[in-house]
């Protein structure tokens, strides 16, 4: 017998970070979160619709709407640190996904009502975003992709791998409150609009300010470490174009349970669950 209880529609709010070139420790980088900046921590908002496919699977379709961001300011390391550029990216993240429960409890309290639960699962799936990097110049946040500042034309719409865990409770069979961390790997290096190197000058002074970053520092900054405040000019390395950037999101939901008929109702009225017997009500899990 299938469950009753197969769609829940839903909306979801937490945080958003960014791993990429901008920003992080000392190094040149580091594996996964441990590179993450805190302080950069931003919203994250969505919508989803979740149909339980078989008892330990369901798929999900959810649309995000969430922002990162980063400031080289914040790092210790010289390079980035005199790099001197900073991003946002309001980003529209469109995901399909596949859940696997590997711990649920259909009767909270063992009250035989079946009525609360809790779920554990981990999920994976396939999803598309749309980004859109600016940069605070003059005053003015800056769309970066039509200036192509690295002279390399790149879409606003990338692929990416969600990949994650979570966990729900079912109140009254009807109510859902669930936790999920939710990390995409991105197939861009650019959400941050840094992967490789300087352009070649292009000669054109406002565009030239708003690629090359450094000199807003002053003379302080040269003073203080000549060599690498010249490392960045034109042609010169402007990031680590080695590792694609990617974005993690933790998120608390909240989604209402649709009723729908068990396959047993949807027979055709002959044989035993003809009219002519009386239907042996069977208490359904969710």
Known sequence: MQSQWLWDFGGNVGASNYLGDIGGSEGTGRAFVSDMKLSQTRWNVGGFAR???KQKTSI?????YLRVQGDDKLTTNPARNYRNFNFRNDIFDLAFTFHYYFFENNDLGRTY???NGMRLYFFGGLGTCMSNPKTLYQGNWVALQPLATEGKT?????MNIPLGAGAYFTFNKKHRIGIELNYRYVFTDYLD???GQYPSDPGDDYTRGLILRTPELGDAAIAANPGVYYSH???AKRGENTNK????TLSLSYSYVIRGRASFYRMKNTGYFSKKRKMRKIRAKF
């Open 51 to 53: 149909y339980r496919w």
């Open 60 to 64: 999900r379709l959810a649309l995000d």
């Open 113 to 115: 009502r079946y009525r």
């Open 154 to 158: 790149y879409s606003k719409f990338f």
């Open 193 to 195: 609009d840094i992967s």
């Open 233 to 235: 000019t034109w042609g």
């Open 245 to 248: 950037d990617s974005y993690v």
